[in-house]
């Protein structure tokens, strides 16, 4: 070949380029070492460990910048060898077990979302990461992984999962509904005193005619939920008025609304919602059905949907704290799995009632 048809000739790549060209898989990129952050940072390789891990007697300074310095060349441990020291991988399972029918549904919910948001973090910030598996996952979809621990939150009744997890001894962290059981740990909020500071805040206001909209659900927090509205009622002497609603979202549960709203001869005066659901929605059918809130209809809405502070009025919600239960949740996990925890039992976490206008009555 001539030096001009060297010239023209395409020229061949190197390393990755070629492999990927050939289709072959690219040769993994060389691991920054602990060795290589402490030469760059003029420190030994003692003192960068020290300073990574939050240990030894070091300067601010010196610890900023070791860190800083591994930051800035990409320094990992090496995970492997962290999970062979410690005995675990650090991965938490976290499945909703309500929505086995559709399973990432529960993205879609302001309440879900923010506690899949707050576990993540909250366990983040203590060391382990986070698997999301789908609802109604089967165990040799996940038997597979090295999970620590497993969150398996508003669980159905004769919940699969929490039957395989138990099954495979892992630890198991759900509601109250795996109470007493081998490997078991709950954190959950008290659906019954929930219901009545809600009840009892529509009763203040001179409510009588309360009616309940509450999923058609197998959740103990929902079955608790309705049975503390029933006994509620009983004890005043007050008609119990409650609709289930038949699907989760926005229409199902505003089809609900819509029912207990009809009401028959005598209209509800107070409502309850306790199936999740878009709060301007809610009060957009209280006003096709001719009431004004607060005037004809005080309204309360379970809820985590920030817009309810917006509407006019502000529709009052009881919130289940959810970046509690997670925070609870996990610093519970942590001392099962690092502190050697060994019995069973659980955290109750109050609930919290945001009084608005709408189940505000003037005077």
């Known amino acids: 070949m001539t030096a001009s048809e060297q010239d023209a000739a395409p ?3 190197d390393g990755p380029e070629r492999a990927a060209r050939h289709g072959q898989p690219s040769p993994p990129a060389p691991r920054v070492r602990l060795v290589d952050v402490a030469r760059e940072a003029g420190l030994s390789k003692t003192t960068v460990s020290a300073a990574l891990n939050g240990t030894g007697r070091l300067s601010p300074e010196v610890r900023e910048r070791a860190r800083e310095t591994a930051r800035r060349m990409g320094y990992r441990p090496n995970a492997t060898a962290r999970q062979l020291r410690a005995g675990r991988a650090r991965l938490i399972g976290y499945v909703v077990g309500e929505l086995a029918d559709a399973p990432w549904a529960f993205l879609e919910s302001p309440y879900f979302a923010r506690l899949t948001g707050a576990t993540a973090a909250t366990a983040l910030a203590r060391g382990y990461a986070v698997v999301l598996l789908p609802a109604g996952s089967l165990q040799d979809e996940w038997g597979a992984l090295p999970l620590d621990a497993v969150v398996v939150a508003d669980p159905v009744a004769d919940d699969r999962i929490v039957e395989d997890v138990i099954a495979a001894r892992i630890p198991l962290f759900s509601d109250r509904s795996v109470e007493d059981r081998p490997g078991a740990h709950w954190v959950d909020v008290d659906a019954a005193a929930a219901v009545r500071l809600a009840l009892d805040h529509f009763l203040a206001q001179g409510a009588r005619r309360p009616a ?28 119990e ?47 096709r059905h001719g009431y004004d809130v607060p005037g004809d209809l005080l309204l309360a809405c379970v809820s985590e949907d920030e817009t ?40 109750l976490v109050p609930v919290r009632l945001d009084v608005r206008a709408s189940s505000r009555r003037a005077g």
Do not use: K, M, Y
């Open 308 to 347: 309810a502070v917006h509407t006019d009025p502000p529709v009052t919600t009881l919130s289940l704290r959810p970046d509690a239960v997670a925070e609870a949740g996990i610093d519970l996990l942590v001392s099962v799995l690092e502190q050697g925890r060994q019995e069973t039992g659980g955290v």
């Open 241 to 287: 008025r409650a609709v289930r609603a038949a699907e989760i979202g926005n229409g199902p549960v505003i089809r609900a609304v819509e029912t207990a709203l009809a009401g028959g001869p005598e209209r509800p005066d107070a409502l309850l919602v306790v199936a999740e659901a878009s709060p301007p929605l809610v009060l957009d059918a209280a006003r």
């Open 212 to 239: 309940l909209v509450v999923p058609d659900s197998t959740t103990r927090f929902h079955r608790e939920v309705f049975a503390a509205h029933r006994d509620w009622c009983a004890e005043h002497g007050l008609p």
């Open 11 to 13: 020229s061949v790549p």
